[in-house]
Every structure is written in structure tokens, then in C-alpha cells.
């Protein structure tokens, strides 16, 4: 419904898509001002903000206006669920970036609304990861997780026809939207493996070079194995009703980037230097 309005900022994107802030319809521009810089934080990573209020009065404003009307606008509403006094929040660009960046903006929006309830804790799995990603850069796939993770047996078959399709068997564990843990069942079938490394690109002697070890290994017989870990301070941290870790992990660092607990990073002595054959040129 919002494509091929001339709005190049949403036509040309890969995907587009939104979230709908009940209520809100009365944000101020200068709040609107402040979601617009939170996405586009370099650790969000969003290009820009597209707002559609809703307002009581029956009136639709927005920041695309000039592209499109407010019969366009109501659909856009009708399709995430918006009434009249909710505000909706809508996002364009690639599409892993930009659901990411939506995800964080809902947590946000979560939190500026009081909707989210910290003394509340409500865990899910995450399952079924794509196990290969596509760079256009490079023109490769990328795993997603690591090399040797697992894809789900009944995809194996699509690594000839639509490697993009394969689902690795790995999984997160997300408690209020924080990830606190994750992990996979491994690889340990040889043909796999190289099955595995084909698609990403190694050659049959890359592979033999770098993990040659680990492929004679398997034919030996290696148990299916797997394993997860947990961010222990992320998880106190986040009982504790803190957005940060800092105060809970073993050796933090200072805003210059020293460990004051141990004073590092600090010059070796020179007889450690000698040790380890290391010579510093200035």
C-alpha cells in the first residue's frame, strides 16, 4: 500500500514496514524529533522516520504529506491496526537492518508509553535462523551464526536448489526482548561439512588447508553435539532492573577504555617482552 507513490525513500527500498504506538498520536514534534535521532543512532542503525498521527479530531497528519493522501495514509493504518489517537512509526531500507532497527524503536516506544512492566519477565526461544546470508558486496553467502552450525534436516536439500532457504538448527534465548543466551547443534558429518563450505565459498583445498583436522575427525565417528551460552551479567543485569551491564560484569572499564582493576592496557616489562620475543620500534 505505500509503494509507487514517487516516495523513492520507500519505493526503493528493499522492505518497509512499521509499528503502531497506541495513544500516541499526541507527540509533540520535538518527540518526534527525539525517535528520529534515537533510529538513526549508529548503534541502531536507521536511515530516517516516517510518522502518520491519527488524531482524535478524524485528521491524519504526517511527514510524507506531500506523497501521499490521507485515503493512502488510512490504509496504512487499517493494515497495522491503527485507531484514532495512535501514532504510527514507519521504517524503509534493507530488510535484516531495518526490522532490527523497528524491534529496537518498539522497545523504546515500550518503555516511553510505560507499557513494558520490568518486574515482569517473560522468556521465548528464537528458532529457525536462516543458516546462510547473502552479501551483495562480495557476491557470497555468509553463515549467520558460525561454519559449523547445524542446518535443519529436512532443508538439507535446498542447499542445491535455494541455499537462502535453509534454516540453521540454532537458537536464542530472549527474556523481555534482551538476548541472554544462544547457541546450535553442531555439525559433525564430514559430507555436510563440505557441503557447508561449498556454499560458502571455499574451494575443496581452502578447506582441506584450514579445517582439515576437523574433517578427518568426523570420520572417526563424532557424537552430535551441541551447546549454548548464557551472558550471565546481561541476566543479573536485567533482573536487577538495570539497561546496562556495567555494573555487573567482572572487570569494567572506565569511558577511556581502562580496566582500573588491573590496570590495562598498560606497557609489558621488558623481560616479559624478552619472553615472548617481541621488540617494540618507535
Not at 182 to 198: A, P, V, Y
Not at 208 to 217: T, V
Not at 266 to 277: A, F, I, M, T
Request: hydrophobic share 40%.
Amino acid at each position: 500500500v505505500a509503494r509507487g507513490k514517487g516516495f523513492q525513500v520507500i519505493d526503493g527500498a528493499e522492505y518497509c514496514g512499521g509499528i503502531c504506538a497506541s495513544g500516541a498520536a499526541g507527540y509533540s514534534r520535538k518527540q518526534l524529533d527525539e525517535l528520529t535521532a534515537f533510529v538513526k543512532r549508529p548503534q541502531i542503525g536507521g536511515r530516517g522516520l516516517i510518522w502518520v498521527k491519527f488524531e482524535t479530531d478524524g485528521n491524519i497528519r504526517s511527514s510524507v504529506d506531500k506523497f501521499y493522501s490521507p485515503d493512502d495514509l488510512r490504509k496504512w493504518g487499517e493494515c497495522c491496526g491503527a485507531r484514532s489517537g495512535d501514532l504510527l512509526l514507519v521504517m524503509s531500507g534493507e530488510i535484516h537492518a531495518t526490522r532490527y532497527a523497528l524491534g529496537e524503536l518498539r522497545l523504546e516506544m515500550g518503555d516511553r508509553l510505560s507499557i513494558r512492566d520490568k518486574n515482569r519477565f517473560i522468556p521465548l526461544w528464537v528458532i529457525d535462523f536462516p543458516l546462510l546470508e547473502w552479501d551483495e558486496e562480495t557476491g557470497r553467502f555468509y553463515a549467520m551464526h558460525h561454519p559449523f552450525t547445524s542446518p535443519r534436516l529436512e532443508d538439507i536439500g535446498l542447499f542445491e536448489s535455494d541455499p537462502a532457504r535453509v534454516r540453521a538448527n540454532a537458537y536464542d534465548l530472549v527474556i523481555n526482548g534482551v538476548e541472554i543466551g544462544g547457541g546450535s547443534i553442531r555439525i559433525h558429518d564430514e559430507s555436510l561439512q563440505k557441503t557447508m563450505f561449498k556454499n560458502l565459498g571455499f574451494s575443496e583445498e581452502e578447506a582441506r588447508e584450514q579445517f582439515g583436522f576437523l574433517m578427518q575427525a568426523f570420520r572417526y565417528g563424532a557424537p552430535p553435539h551441541g551447546g549454548i551460552a548464557f551472558g550471565f551479567d546481561r541476566w543479573v543485569a536485567l533482573f536487577g532492573g538495570s539497561e546496562s551491564i556495567r555494573d555487573f560484569i567482572a572487570f569494567p572499564k572506565n569511558t577511556a577504555g581502562r580496566d582500573v582493576m588491573i590496570n590495562t592496557p598498560s606497557p609489558l616489562p621488558e623481560e616479559q617482552l624478552k619472553e615472548l620475543g617481541i621488540r617494540i620500534i618507535i
